[in-house]
Structure formats: structure tokens, C-alpha cells
């Protein structure tokens, strides 16, 4: 793992090297008063937005805020609704206005404090105002810290599915204050798992026995650590997702497909945890009925009960970002750090289930 530790600070740092786009991934707890130095090291424009959701902003909005103004910025800020309903056209218009109108430049920053609606939507922001400015990413969910602020996905939601607006676009920097979830509800903290039983299964190792266990808040820093460098790494080698970065898919096949059925009121994480377990059915049926019982296992402890039919759910996937034509790429399993990337057509994928 590559990290370095800050003498003097309590903060860890993954690098994510990606050329001209590198950048840290900053771990630590209780410091949120750095923020404003970290981003001094980055960028020339003193303007920032920080972009928001109600939820978070009682918390976490007032200290950022004076971190930023303590380093010299003029800071403005923005309240969403928090949800998914939020990661739409129309919210992101607004906040390009809200730029255009404080004559926001390119050396300026948009700061997204919050979870992965916040993450996602500022990002696109940032990543289409004058064909890119500055972005932060300041992650207090779980699911953030561990998975969406990181690799540069950013995007907004269509009628006719997720993400579909979106673009890659690296952040200056991820700065994660574990400390943030000690506010994080309990809905949200399972949400998070979701995702943490993603890299559970592409690892196999440590993060398997955490989650098998069950004692991710007592392993909280570390898992949060590991997750993060499972991702750097993949990001690294894929920055784009026209390979090895496709694993990160494992779940979201389905788990999209499961999302929209619930007309985005199920959590993404719940959502991909439900995906996980059928694709593991179905990586047993592909595979010449494979032994997977320990997986399945571990993804049932998260009380893993599809909610829906799943030949309905099968027939969603036409409209996923993975689609082409009348194929899909999707990640089976054969062993817990054993995943893999299939082509199939659609029939094919549905004959699995």
C-alpha cells in the first residue's frame, strides 16, 4: 500500500498517480481545519463553492467554511436536498448559473462536502463549468469515502437511467475525516456496506475478513484506508474504464436495474449489495455450479433479500451505462479475489437467472 503519513499531523496519504491528473487522497480524523491549507498547496483562484446537502450542512458546513476563509478564500455556499433526486439536469443548471453569476474562473474551485449525490453532481459542475475548474472532494458518508469520491466519476441522473449525463474528471484532491461519520444515520451506514462488501469480494483478504466479521466500525480507519487503496490502484492502471476498471462494476449490473425499480428510493449501496448477491447466483450457474456458499454467505449477514422479480430486474439492464447494442459487459466471480470481466448478449446474461 502506498501510503505516506504527515509528521506533525495525524493524516495519511494515497497517491493516485495518474500523470498530470495525480493527486492525494488525504485520510484523517477530526480534520476538517486542514482542508483550507491542503487546497493553498493546489490551486492559484481564491473563489470556492461549496456544494452541499441539507443533511450535511449543519454539521460540516461551518467548519469548512472557516478553513477555507482561514486560508484566504472567498467561500460561497450551496444547499441541495439531500437524495438522488437531487442529481438531476435541472440542480446542475443552477449551480453552473450560480458560478456564471459569482464569475467563477478557471484557476477557482467547487468544494462537494458531502456523500455520493453530493460528490457526483458537484463534480459534473466542476468538470463542464469552462470545460473544467478546480474540484475537492470532502466525502462524510461512507460510500463516499470508500468508493465515488475517488477515480473521477462524476454525473447526473436521466429519466431513462443513472449516471447517464457524466464524464471523467480527476478531483485536485480527496480529503476524508473519518471522524464525519460519526453523524452518518444508521440508513446511510448501511449504504456504505453495500459497497464495502463490493471490495470485500474483489479482495478476498483483509477487507473479507473485516466484513465477514462484521467489525467494520471497530476497523473503521483501516477499512476505510484499504478500500480507498483497492481503488487508487485500479484508477491507476484504468483511468477511463475501458478494462481493468470495470471490476468496479461487480454488483452494479443489476443494482442499477434494482435503483430504478425503486424509482431511486432504495440507496445505491443497498441497491448494489442485492446485485452482488445475484450476480453470485449467477456466477455459480456460469461457472459449472462453483462452490460460492462462503460468498453468499457473507453477503447475507447484510440481510441480502431481493426486493423485487428478477426476471423484471433483468429486463432493466438494456438501458445501463455497461450496455452495447445487444451486449453487456458484466463482472462474475469465482472465488472471493478471484472476479472477472464477461461479455455476454442480453439473453445470455438473462439465461442466468
Known amino acids: 500500500m502506498l501510503v505516506k503519513r504527515d509528521a506533525g499531523i495525524k493524516m495519511k496519504r494515497i497517491k493516485v498517480e495518474l500523470g498530470k ?20 498547496k493546489l490551486v ?16 460540516y458546513l461551518a467548519p469548512l467554511k472557516q478553513s477555507l476563509e482561514l486560508a484566504g478564500y472567498k467561500v460561497e455556499e450551496q444547499v441541495i436536498p439531500a437524495g438522488e433526486k437531487s442529481k438531476n439536469p435541472s440542480t446542475y443548471l ?6 456564471g453569476n459569482l464569475k467563477f ?14 460528490g457526483d453532481l458537484a463534480g459534473f459542475v466542476a468538470a463542464t463549468y469552462m470545460r473544467g475548474i478546480n474540484l475537492v472532494q470532502v466525502p462524510t458518508s461512507l460510500l463516499a469515502m470508500i468508493d465515488s469520491s475517488i477515480g473521477g466519476k462524476v454525473g447526473v441522473d436521466l429519466p431513462y437511467g443513472k449516471n447517464l449525463l457524466g464524464a471523467f474528471y480527476q478531483p485536485k484532491l480527496v480529503f476524508i475525516d473519518v471522524d464525519t461519520l460519526s ?13 464495502g462488501l463490493k471490495y470485500a469480494l474483489l479482495d478476498g483478504g483483509r477487507l473479507f475478513d473485516i466484513m465477514n466479521d462484521q467489525s467494520v466500525k471497530a476497523n473503521l480507519q483501516e477499512f ?19 478494462d481493468l476498471r470495470r471490476l468496479l462494476n461487480l454488483g452494479h449490473t443489476l443494482g442499477h436495474a434494482i435503483e430504478k ?5 432504495l440507496p445505491h449501496g443497498e441497491a448494489v449489495k442485492y446485485g452482488l448477491k445475484l450476480i453470485l447466483q449467477a456466477s455459480g450457474r456460469l461457472n459449472g455450479n462453483i462452490n460460492l456458499d462462503n460468498e453468499i454467505t457473507l453477503i447475507n449477514k447484510y440481510d441480502a433479500n431481493i426486493p423485487y422479480d428478477v426476471e423484471e430486474l433483468v429486463s432493466l439492464i438494456t438501458n445501463d451505462k455497461k450496455a452495447e447494442s445487444d451486449s453487456i459487459n458484466a463482472v462474475f466471480v469465482k472465488s472471493a479475489g478471484n472476479c472477472y470481466i464477461k461479455k455476454l448478449s442480453f439473453e445470455e446474461f438473462k439465461k442466468l437467472f
Do not use: M
Open 44 to 59: 492559484k483562484g481564491k473563489q470556492v463553492l461549496i456544494v452541499t446537502d441539507e443533511n450535511v450542512a449543519k454539521f
Open 261 to 265: 425499480k425503486s424509482n431511486y428510493e
Open 224 to 242: 476505510v484506508e484499504l478500500c480507498a487503496d483497492y481503488k487508487a490502484r485500479i484508477v491507476e492502471k484504468d483511468e477511463k474504464e475501458s
Open 105 to 118: 474562473l478557471r484557476d477557482d474551485t467547487v468544494v462537494a462536502l458531502g456523500g455520493g449525490v453530493v
Open 94 to 99: 443552477e449551480l453552473i448559473d450560480i458560478l
Open 183 to 195: 453523524t452518518l444515520p444508521e440508513n446511510e451506514w448501511n449504504n456504505g456496506l453495500g459497497e
Open 21 to 40: 491528473n495525480s493527486y492525494d487522497i488525504v485520510l484523517n480524523q477530526g480534520g476538517l481545519a486542514h482542508v483550507g491549507e491542503e487546497l493553498n
